[in-house]
């Protein structure tokens, strides 16, 4: 079983930036592909950003050019470096760390973009 815990979550003002942490229980948490995903209120839960065993990274399009994740397989831990924030970044963002027969979510953080 791996339990993952993100943290990071805050009220920020447009334009500014965070950083989440998803840390992982596992042993050999690198050998899991990990992905962020976030979630608004009254929208269905979407992907935002993947980075695999092999450190390849993807992300949605809103997102590219202002989110950058990350992984410190010595801290067992994935980030999410999120630049130039938007209100349209107000969601819970929850990691999801997956490999072939198994996959696990965390619990989520708040994220808030406001004036």
């Known amino acids: 079983q791996v339990q993952l815990v993100e943290s990071g979550g805050d009220l920020v003002q447009p334009g500014g930036s965070l950083r989440l942490s998803c840390a992982a229980s596992?042993?050999?948490?690198?050998?899991?592909?990990v992905d962020w995903y976030r979630q608004a209120p009254g929208k269905q839960r979407e992907f935002v950003a993947r980075i695999t065993s092999g450190g390849n990274t993807n992300y949605i399009d809103s997102v590219k050019g202002r989110f950058t994740i990350s992984r410190d397989s010595v801290k067992n831990t994935v980030y999410l470096q999120m630049n130039s924030l938007e209100p349209e970044d107000t969601a819970v963002y929850y990691c999801?760390?997956?490999?072939?027969?198994?996959?696990?979510w965390g619990q989520g953080t708040q994220v808030t973009v406001s004036s």
């Open positions: 596992a042993r050999l948490f690198s050998t899991y592909h």
């Open positions: 999801h760390a997956f490999k072939v027969l198994t996959n696990y």
